[in-house]
Every structure is written in structure tokens, then in C-alpha cells.
T-cell receptor
Framework: GAVVSQHPSRVICKSGTSVKIECRSL??????MFWYRQFPKKSLMLMAT?????????EQGVEKDKFLINHASLTLSTLTVTSAHPEDSSFYIC???????????????FGQGTRLTVV | KNEVEQSPQNLTAQEGEFITINCSYS?????LHWLQQHPGGGIVSLFM???GKKKHGRLIATINIQEKHSSLHITASHPRDSAVYIC??????????FGKGTLLTVNP
């Protein structure tokens, strides 16, 4: 099956620094990528949707200046957590949708996730 | 009221038992995913279905669109099946709405 690679899997950073998380589709072109966040024992929450070559669409309550998303190519999307604070510590995971197909038959492929700890 | 309700929240079984996890949703959907999340956090999509029933090995997923209900079954459960199982309906815009998950523990 299709593979989505997310890097890094774990990162610890100091408060005030920025962290970049990469999400790559390895064997298909991802027209759309989704970024999710998961707090302990909570559901995954959609943060933003990114389409290649255009600005990301952020969900209500997600600060676009804090969580910068870039989808510069059909195989790579990045999420940068800027000026990180301890409350940004969470599990972040991306999902990619293969181009083409319909909403009925298009699978979603997930990255392995990134555990961010801000100290 | 949550848009996606899963039951049970926690489930402990003995190896070999038949497992059922239920999902009810109130949103309109184009398809529904069943996802598996292991302790490390990585997520695998087990099924995507928009009608009827799908089977993959020991896993079976069913959906009733009219009743807005889906079930995931595991036959002959095994300790390696221990994970969190998440129901995630998909809207017409490809966005997923996630249930809180069912923590399954299968004891040897």
C-alpha cells in the first residue's frame, strides 16, 4: 500500500524555539494533506488542510501564524510550530490523500506521527 | 453530543474471543474509516467503506448508512490485536471526524 513518511518521530525542544515536522508521500502524489493533533486520551483533531501550491485552510481555533503549513510539492508538506510553548506539547500526525479518485473511493494514508515535547 | 460515539471505550478479552466494536455517528458521510493506533502512536487505516461489509483476514467491518452505524469485528482475537481502534467518518470534503477510540487489550 501507499506509504506516508513523517519525520521526526520524536522531538524535544526548548520553549521559544521553532520545530518543523515533515510529511512525505513516498510512492504517490498527495493532492491534499491533513494535519491533526492529539492530546493524551483525546480524539484526533483536525488542525488544517493543505493543498499543493495553495494556502492551507485552518480549522477554527487553530492559529495559522503559530502553526505554519507549507505544501510546496505534491509529495511534501511541512508543519512548523513557531515559538513553541509547553502547551504545544502533543502528538501531531499527517494524512495524505492520493490525487484522483472520488470521495467514495479515495483512501487516506497516515504518517507515523510526531511526539513533540516542549520544555 | 459528540458527532461520533464509539462503544465500548475499553475492552479486555481473552485470546481467541470474538470482538465487536460499535460506532454511531450523526454527521452525513461519504465513507467511514476504521483505524488502528498502536501505543507508539502510528495510525493504520484498516478499512474504508461506504456500504455493506468488508473483510480482511480476521477483521470484518460493516456499515449501515440508513442507521448511521458501523461495527468492527475481530475473530479469533490475538494479543497482537491490542491497540486503540478508532472510527472516523469522512465528509464530502474528505475531512475525517474521529471517535475517541476503543482501547482493546487481548490477554494470552
Amino acid at each position: 500500500g501507499a506509504v506516508v513518511s513523517q519525520h521526526p518521530s520524536r522531538v524535544i525542544c526548548k520553549s521559544g524555539t521553532s520545530v518543523k515536522i515533515e510529511c512525505r508521500s513516498l510512492d504517490f502524489q498527495a493532492t491534499t494533506m491533513f494535519w491533526y493533533r492529539q492530546f493524551p486520551k483525546k480524539s484526533l483533531m483536525l488542525m488544517a488542510t493543505s493543498n499543493e501550491g495553495s494556502k492551507a485552510t485552518y480549522e477554527q481555533g487553530v492559529e495559522k501564524d503559530k502553526f505554519l503549513i507549507n505544501h510546496a510539492s505534491l509529495t511534501l508538506s511541512t508543519l512548523t510550530v513557531t515559538s513553541a510553548h509547553p502547551e504545544d506539547s502533543s502528538f501531531y500526525i499527517c494524512s495524505a490523500r492520493r490525487g484522483g479518485g472520488t470521495v467514495l473511493n479515495t483512501e487516506a494514508f497516515f504518517g507515523q506521527g510526531t511526539r513533540l515535547t516542549v520544555v | 453530543k459528540n458527532e461520533v460515539e464509539q462503544s465500548p471505550q475499553n475492552l479486555t478479552a481473552q485470546e481467541g474471543e470474538f470482538i465487536t466494536i460499535n460506532c454511531s455517528y450523526s454527521v452525513g458521510i461519504s465513507a467511514l474509516h476504521w483505524l488502528q493506533q498502536h501505543p507508539g502512536g502510528g495510525i493504520v487505516s484498516l478499512f474504508m467503506l461506504s456500504s455493506g461489509k468488508k473483510k480482511h483476514g480476521r477483521l470484518i467491518a460493516t456499515i449501515n448508512i440508513q442507521e448511521k452505524h458501523s461495527s468492527l469485528h475481530i475473530t479469533a482475537s490475538h494479543p497482537r490485536d491490542s491497540a486503540v481502534y478508532i472510527c472516523a467518518p469522512r465528509g464530502s470534503n474528505y475531512k475525517l471526524t474521529f471517535g475517541k477510540g476503543t482501547l482493546l487489550t487481548v490477554n494470552p
